[in-house]
Nanobody
Framework: EVQLQASGGGLVQAGGSLRLSCAASGFTFDDTAIGWFRQAPGKEREEVSCISSKDGSTYYADSVKGRFTISSDNAKNTVYLQMNSLKPEDTAVYYC????????????????????WGQGTQVTVSS
């Protein structure tokens, strides 16, 4: 059974940092892509960042470029999202998602169609 456990959220002041973790079980990272999405109250879910196990490529939404860094520890089956210089507009529930269809490259649309989702972790940034 595929399971994703997101953790690391919390309350932080603007300008602070958090590191989110997405621990995976029931599959290995081979030929997968893992991403982070977020959803703020009253807003649609939006992509944040993702990483490909196929070629190691990473992608970031424009709103987080230069502030967030995604990384993967295959030995621990865990993906991290280091979030620096946090802003109040980063406040949201953050979800990790895996596309384990075997394609392995990143596609935001594939996450939405084929993804298996974790339960989310709340990030709150105070001004």
């Amino acid at each position: 059974e595929v399971q994703l456990q997101a953790s690391g959220g919390g309350l932080v002041q603007a300008g602070g940092s958090l590191r989110l973790s997405c621990a995976a079980s029931g599959f290995t990272f081979d030929d997968t892509a893992i991403g982070w999405f977020r959803q703020a109250p009253g807003k649609e879910r939006e992509e944040v960042s993702c990483i490909s196990s196929k070629d190691g490529s990473t992608y970031y939404a424009d709103s987080v470029k230069g502030r967030f860094t995604i990384s993967s520890d295959n030995a621990k089956n865990t993906v991290y999202l280091q979030m620096n210089s946090l802003k109040p507009e980063d406040t949201a529930v953050y979800y990790c998602v895996v596309d384990k269809t075997g394609w392995g490259y990143v596609s935001w649309d594939r996450f939405l169609v084929f993804g298996s989702w974790g339960q989310g972790t709340q990030v709150t940034v105070s001004s």
